[in-house]
């Protein structure tokens, strides 16, 4: 590692911090509709995944609208924001990151190293379920 803190589930209440990240290492490719990406949102403490999106890789990022649902639907299961969502620098995330705050979220970008004792499983869930379906 390279002297990225790495932060524990145990750390956090309860709906007090989530986190954003992409479950796949590959687009996933569709004949019909091209490529995406995989966007989820996930409770820190509990590393429940609390919302999910297919996101074209049209785009560099989810649009506005599609962050917007992002969080909604996570909102819906806790009924409340978090304080907090860690957002992965190497996601592009601009939109997210905009709404977050605008909805008084703080937003704190690191590395997505220091992020892998929450995402590391769901990832490689995600891995096994849909293997190397990547673009070709």
């Known amino acids: 590692m390279d002297g990225t803190p790495v932060l524990q589930p145990d750390q956090f209440k309860v709906n007090e911090a989530w986190i954003a990240f992409k479950l796949n290492d590959d687009p996933i490719h569709t004949e019909r509709d091209g490529d995406f990406d995989f966007l989820a949102l996930m409770d820190a403490a509990s590393c429940f995944i609390l919302s999910s ?65 929450f995402i590391g499983e769901a990832k490689e869930h995600f891995r096994e379920r849909f293997g190397n379906r990547g673009a070709q």
């Open 53 to 117: 999106s297919p996101v074209s890789t049209r785009h560099a990022e989810p649009t506005l609208l599609e962050s917007k649902r992002l969080l909604k639907e996570a909102q819906a299961h806790k009924k409340r924001w978090p304080k907090t969502l860690f957002v992965p620098t190497e996601q592009p995330a601009r939109f997210l990151v905009v709404e977050a705050e605008r909805l008084g979220i703080d937003v704190v970008r690191t590395a997505q190293e220091g992020l892998w004792p």
